[in-house]
């Protein structure tokens, strides 16, 4: 046990006595701290958010143990958070920041080879469509954000050894950026010719919230497929977030405080998490997976589901990151976020040595990123607004599809993949038809199909 001492100015730095810390104390004193300055930051006392944060920096650091890494790019988030009340210092401070796409790319790849969690999908989403394509003779794929040629390459591949010959396929990617389509089509179109598939690809420049459905082309005849791979969750902000900006100094005070310091026989940051925080916090009713869906109606996601209805596709393939982060309060969504991003830090921890370069790119420029934008960012902003699945079912029926169970055959493709990384803390669980994927006991994405219903 350690002295859980106030957080006050008269604190003296460097506090050597954190230093004298063991991990596993060190771990549960950086939770109560990060929740700590996280309500310091939602009530308005940033006098006393600023000292915790330099609490957290003297024990946080991005190249130490999970917690240790974890802690970094919380308390960076709620420091962003902190800077973008004032919009002059927070726009000066990344006047000179340069955003490479070429390593934004390596980086998402990297997560791809490292993890398995995107390669469970794309295996899913492929033998869903393979599924539901069966006897097809034109096939038109959509993809709502064309990154990856890997999952379409292996489509071709399975579409060429069908009994009865391969279809016609056509593979519509929408991407922002017009390099990363390029190089898509460029990979696709080889391997159709090698594999002697008639083949097309066609480019969509565009955001996905920017994404005009008459330009997809859809033609009479075509069966129609749609893949959706973490990309839905970026349009539920609703009508009165659109109308927000940045973060202004606080609402309303939410009472978090942690009241005691558990037992040290933890081995896993979800343990140390779970033990620490279970008794100061319970998520309000906005935040609960059984909240009534109408506390995240947005049009945005209304009109896109719905446009998607309009083209009555065979089969759509949505997986999202299966978690609550999606909260109106800051202090519900530092919760959430906390266990869901800890067990991806275990993953990390799992997969890769402390000093890997990679794994700091991965942790810095797409898990750190992400909570930055949870945590740190409020309004049209705010793109990573991950709901649970029971919400995604509910939203997918009133928008008129129906659900498709995944068969046994793809439960057992999936599964196999998971057993190839050789770690046990990888699940993997059939969820009313649906497939969830998670680390320990923590889910962690959703992968479900659903077709158009008249």
């Not at 006392?45 to 915790?52: G, H, K, R, V």
């Not at 109606?297 to 997986?319: A, R, Y």
């Not at 898990?367 to 960012?377: M, Q, R, S, T, Y």
Request: one cysteine or more; hydrophobic letters at 40%; proline letters at 5%.
């Amino acid at each position: 046990m350690f002295p859980m001492m106030s957080l006050s100015p008269g604190f003296m730095s460097p506090y050597p006595w954190l230093k004298e810390l063991k991990p596993e104390e060190r771990g549960l004193y950086l939770i109560h701290l990060l929740v700590t300055c996280a309500n310091h930051v939602a009530t308005g006392s940033l006098e006393n958010a600023n000292i915790a944060l330099d609490q957290i920096c003297n024990l946080a650091t991005p190249d130490g143990d999970t917690m240790q890494r974890l802690a970094s790019y919380f308390s960076e988030a709620l420091a962003d958070r902190i800077l973008r009340t004032w919009p002059g210092i927070y726009k000066a401070s990344r006047s000179t920041r340069i955003s490479v796409v070429a390593e934004e790319i390596l980086v998402r790849k990297m997560f791809f080879e490292f993890l398995p969690f995107m390669k469970v999908a794309f295996v899913i989403t492929n033998q869903a469509i393979i599924e539901a394509m069966e006897g097809e003779k034109m096939v038109h794929v959509i993809d709502l954000n064309a990154t990856e040629p890997a999952q379409w390459r292996a489509l071709i591949q399975d579409l060429s050894a069908r009994p009865e010959g391969p279809p016609h396929l056509r593979i519509t990617g929408i991407h922002h950026q017009k390099e990363v389509l390029e190089q898509m089509a460029h990979v696709l179109t080889e391997e159709a010719e090698k594999l002697d598939i008639p083949f097309q690809f066609n480019p969509i420049i565009s955001k996905l919230e920017n994404l005009d459905v008459e330009k997809l082309g859809v033609k009479t005849g075509e069966a129609l497929a749609i893949s959706s791979i973490m990309q839905l969750h970026s349009l539920l902000a609703s009508d009165n977030d659109l109308k927000k900006k940045s973060p202004s100094t606080p609402m309303n005070a939410f009472g978090v405080h942690l009241q005691r310091v558990a037992q040290m026989n933890q081995s896993t940051l979800g343990e140390l998490l779970e033990k620490d925080m279970v008794s100061s916090y319970s998520p309000s009713q906005d935040s609960a997976s059984s909240s009534p869906l109408s506390t995240t109606t947005s049009k945005n996601i209304d009109n896109f589901l719905s446009s998607l209805w309009s083209l009555s596709p065979k089969v759509m393939v949505v997986t999202e990151q299966d978690s609550d982060h999606n909260g109106k309060s800051l202090m519900e969504r530092i919760s959430e976020s906390l266990y869901f991003y800890a067990a991806l830090f275990d993953c990390m921890e799992s997969a890769l040595p402390r000093a890997s370069l990679e794994r700091l790119k991965m942790e810095k420029m797409l898990l750190g990123e992400e909570i930055k934008n949870i945590i740190a960012c409020e309004g049209s902003e705010r793109k990573e607004r991950h709901e649970k699945l029971e919400k995604w079912a509910q939203r997918f029926d009133l928008a008129g599809f129906a659900n498709v169970p995944l068969s046994y055959y793809t439960m057992l493709q999936a599964k196999r993949l998971l057993q190839g990384y050789n770690s046990d803390g990888y699940k993997i669980k059939e969820e009313n038809g649906c497939v969830v994927i998670g680390w320990q006991d923590r889910p962690l994405l959703s992968v479900s199909a659903w077709r158009f219903r008249r």
